[in-house]
């Protein structure tokens, strides 16, 4: 152990059960800022890339936080980050960040701010290269002898090199005698490649002879010649190493020799550019990282030398200089110029420990305290135990997500629908099957708390519902001064909305500078999406929703409705959407049920809302609190599943469209790359059908165009209709097992976890891995797998499923666990205590299949598991054969 501890500048934690390795880490000024102070630019392999600029003026009160300069979450693992010119045409430097499939160029720009809180940076992607091979790492530097700018060398695990000059794909070659990839380093003096192969020998590969090489199409067998052009990869030059190595490093300071270091794990070697030895330093430790950096000495190489003991280790070649203590194990470890200091040792650790720190010669006084022999009070123990366990169950209950303030805010909103109609309707569409279409007037009040500037009212609702005028822009207001806006909402679209309700959005500044937001919310009359109408006896569609209170007079209730209606008993009501079926409600005259009937599954969603919304405002201006509801099912999960599947079918349908129309648009670029050739020929030659061809192909773009165009449209209203199926299933399963508001929205979330649907991640996907997590969560059998569920291993990222059977199984699963008791619940102790190691394995991404065992592990059949909650309609081939 050594007597001196590195001396701490500054020091961060990233994040929380993230994970980082060598790659990870990187100095340089890639802001261009033009100061010669570098930043700090670190990823993870959870995605998030971070880039520090510490300084000493700000270590006391702001930590870690006025050093960030960015944060941003990719959406895949970062394998690596350099800092280099990787843009043509431009001597400034910019950011590659390697992924498993992808290699992404960013340029980071920094912009003055004008309040406390500093200046802005952003990260712009600039290009990027899908890769069809699994990246291992990367190395950089002027292939070629090419100057001004770096090009990028990947290795992938299966072994091959591919090339990249900026935006461009430039080759690929396989190495010979591959098994695992090892590292890599480009050495700029003889422009070659330095790698260790799995026979634990150092190789060396000129540019020139990669180059020229047999083209990597498909992985060959290095024993047997290419039968096409090209010359077969061998190694200019090898050296035998007896042991794998960790790190390959190319000193290119002007005082150094020319040498090529590599960290072994037991040796360190450093060899000549023709691959001689030079001087092997043999180390009596696990080393972990290291980096050489310049010596005052001319002929010899300063490195830092990390390894598993907390130990920074400083050679000038095989001598040792210096030796300090580390609080943690470095995996990387940088030199970096930093403000007011250069020089400063940039390590990092595998769990996210990043620390800048200095030489020094402050001693370690650490010593053991004694140990306290009086013996422990376990009732006081327990009692704080309980205690500390109550603080816990609080905080795992409260699932907002910023912190509530006591201070006043600097405005209100407050939003009025009007309750009746607007004359003249204020609609796009004056009518819709000879229904004309109404509108409603909102107004908005807006005050103001202290001095206000540059506000701004953003007004959102769901369609196909639409607004006269969706944004509004506020003068500077003063202390209490009020501002009033007003606005109509009617439907615009051939189909009902999943939703009545609309979002007031106020974004403003604060008085010291400091951007804010302020929401608010409305509900649209059910008036403006549907007319009374006659009662319809014959409906497919069916829902018993029973009370424990005497049947009520929906003419009473629904009184907007009961002027035109022709039952005078109050007994049924209909209501006819302007753009979607007939529903029925129909109050039993006997019994305390209400029945809901519609040929429509979907469109019943908004009626059976508004009825149980209206049934608990009636009974609660009576004083009843003991007003109960319910709904005995059967669960209508067939009906449902009708809408789940017409969702899936437009989704599979736009991704064929998606292909078709990149099959044409490659055949139309190539007629026309033809037709240039034939046009530009000096000799004229036949057309051969070409024009014709082209007609035809750009004919079937406009029609597939046209086609994708209506089918996207048809997507959009499926989806709208799935939403509200969804939010008719979760309701029913509220009313059916009597759950809380916290468990309904937990529900809700999970069965609806997408407000729209994007060509990267659908619904069906993303409910289907968040109901795989209740199943194998808070609705799990086993509180033994309720505790390893987080432990497993993640499956693949999450894309469009092959059909939907997965899904309707899981949802089924889901009902039949609800309804045998399960608890929906975010808390970790709702069934078993989870252990933190457990929660940090969680791998994002994907789902593992769920196990439908019974108790007593035998499995299920589905007849008897989920058919109980399943309305089944008889087939039209045993009707023929009864009626035969």
Same mark, same amino acid.
């Not at 992607?125 to 002898?145: D, I, K, P, S, W």
């Not at 077969?232 to 020319?258: C, K, M, N, Y």
């Not at 499926?718 to 097992?737: D, G, I, K, M, N």
């Given at each position: ?550 049947? #009520?007079?929906?003419?009473? @209730?629904? !009184?907007?409705?009961? =002027?035109?209606?022709? %039952? *005078?008993?109050?007994?049924? $009501? ?91 648009? #490659?055949?139309?670029?190539? @007629?026309? !790359?033809?037709?240039? =050739?034939?046009?530009? %020929? *000096?000799?004229?030659?036949? $057309? ?197």
């Amino acid at each position: 152990m050594s007597l001196f501890k590195a001396r701490d500048w500054w020091s961060a934690a990233l994040g929380e059960g993230e994970e980082f390795d060598q790659g990870c880490l990187c100095v340089g000024d890639v802001d261009n800022s033009g100061t010669g102070h570098d930043k700090i630019v670190v990823g993870s392999y959870m995605g998030m890339l971070r880039i520090f600029s510490p300084n000493a003026n700000k270590l006391s009160d702001g930590g870690m936080a006025d050093a960030q300069l960015l944060e941003v979450q990719l959406q895949n693992a970062i394998i690596q980050v350099e800092v280099g010119k990787f843009v043509s045409c431009s001597d400034l430097l910019h950011l590659a960040v390697l992924h498993p499939r992808k290699l992404s160029v960013y340029s980071v720009t920094g912009t003055s701010g004008n309040v406390e809180h500093g200046d802005q940076y952003q990260l712009k992607l600039v290009y990027e290269h899908n890769l069809q091979r699994t990246a291992c790492n990367m190395t950089y530097g002027t292939f070629g002898g090419v100057t001004g700018h770096h090009s990028l060398c990947i290795q992938s695990m299966d072994g091959m090199l591919m090339f990249f000059e900026q935006d461009s794909y430039s080759f690929g070659r396989f190495l010979p005698g591959f098994l695992l990839p090892g590292p890599l380093v480009y050495n700029p003096r003889t422009d070659s490649f330095l790698t260790v192969s799995s026979a634990r020998q150092l190789e060396g590969y000129k540019y020139e002879t990669l180059a020229v090489a047999t083209d990597a199409e498909s992985r060959q067998d290095s024993d047997l010649l290419p039968k096409t052009g090209g010359k077969r990869l061998t190694p200019d030059w090898t050296f035998v190493l007896g042991e794998q190595a960790l790190d390959i490093s190319v000193p290119s300071f002007s005082h150094s020799s020319s040498s090529i270091l590599v960290l072994g794990e037991r040796n360190l070697f450093c060899l000549r550019d023709n691959g001689q030895i030079r001087f092997m330093k043999k180390l009596e430790f696990n080393p972990s990282c290291f980096l050489p950096y310049i010596s005052v000495k001319d002929g010899t190489t300063n490195l830092l030398l990390g390894n598993h003991n907390n130990m920074l280790l400083v050679y000038q070649d095989v001598t040792l200089k210096w030796a300090a203590q580390l609080p943690l194990v470095p995996v990387a470890v940088r030199v970096a110029n930093l403000p007011e200091l250069k020089g400063v040792v940039v390590s990092l650790s595998s769990d996210g420990h990043l620390l800048c720190s200095y030489m020094g010669t402050d001693p370690s006084f650490f010593s053991t305290p004694k140990v306290d022999a009086r013996e422990a009070d376990y009732e006081q123990i327990d009692a704080e135990m309980k205690k500390l366990q109550k603080f816990i169950r609080e905080a795992t209950r409260t699932q907002d997500i910023l912190p509530k303030s006591d201070a006043v805010d600097d405005l209100s909103v407050k939003a009025t629908v009007s309750s009746c109609l607007d004359t003249p309707s204020q609609a796009l569409i004056q009518d819709i099957d000879g229904l004309p279409v109404p509108s409603v007037t909102v107004q908005v009040k807006v005050k103001a708390n202290s001095v206000l500037q540059s506000a701004k009212l953003s007004i959102c609702v769901q369609p196909p519902l639409a607004v006269t005028q969706d944004q509004f822009g506020l003068e500077p207001m003063g202390v209490g001064s009020t501002k009033e806006v007003a606005f109509s909402a009617f439907l615009n679209g051939q189909y009902p909305p999943a939703d009545l309700t609309g979002d007031i959005v106020m974004s403003y500044s604060a008085p010291t500078g400091v951007p804010r937001v302020l929401q608010s919310r409305f509900s649209l009359p059910l008036a403006l999406v549907c007319v009374p109408s006659s009662p319809a006896k014959n409906t497919k569609f069916k829902i018993t929703v029973d009370t424990n209170q005497p049947p #009520v007079d929906l003419s009473s @209730i629904f !009184r907007e409705f009961s =002027t035109k209606t022709e %039952d *005078k008993d109050g007994n049924s $009501l209909a209501f006819q959407f302007l753009s979607g079926a007939k529903v029925t409600v129909l109050a039993s005259k006997t019994s305390q049920r209400y029945r809901i009937q519609s040929d429509s599954f979907e469109d019943m969603w908004l009626v059976v809302k508004e009825l149980v919304q209206r049934f608990d405002q009636h009974f609660s201006k009576l004083g009843i609190k003991d007003f109960k509801k319910s709904f005995s099912g059967p669960m209508p999960l067939q009906e449902y599943f009708l809408s789940v599947d017409n969702h899936f079918q437009l989704r599979v349908s736009a991704q064929q469209y998606q292909d078709l129309l990149s099959e044409r648009a #490659v055949q139309f670029r190539a @007629i026309q !790359r033809r037709l240039l =050739t034939r046009f530009k %020929d *000096k000799t004229p030659a036949p $057309l051969q059908n070409l024009d014709k061809l082209l007609d035809a192909t750009y004919n079937q773009v406009i029609a597939l165009a046209e086609a994708a165009e209506e089918n996207r449209a048809l997507l959009e209203q499926a989806f709208v209709r799935l939403r509200s199926s969804t939010h008719l299933l979760v309701l029913l399963l509220s009313l059916w097992q009597g759950l809380t508001p916290d468990q309904t929205a937990i529900l809700e979330a999970t069965l609806l976890p997408l407000l729209q649907d994007t060509p990267q991640l659908g619904w069906e996907e993303s409910c289907d891995a968040a109901v795989s997590h209740l199943l194998r969560s808070c609705l799990s059998r086993s509180p033994k797998d309720q505790a390893t569920s987080l432990a497993q291993a993640g499956g693949p990222v999450l894309g469009l499923p092959q059909d939907t059977t997965r899904l309707k199984k899981h949802i089924a699963l889901l009902c039949d666990r609800i309804g045998k008791g399960g608890r929906l619940t975010l808390a970790s102790e709702a069934n078993v205590q989870i252990p933190a190691q457990i929660q940090n394995l969680a791998a994002p991404g994907g789902v593992e299949p769920i196990a439908e065992v019974s108790g007593d592990g035998e499995e299920l059949e589905p007849a008897q598991e989920m058919t109980k909650f399943i309305k089944k309609k008889p087939s039209k081939k045993v009707k023929k054969g009864r009626n035969m």
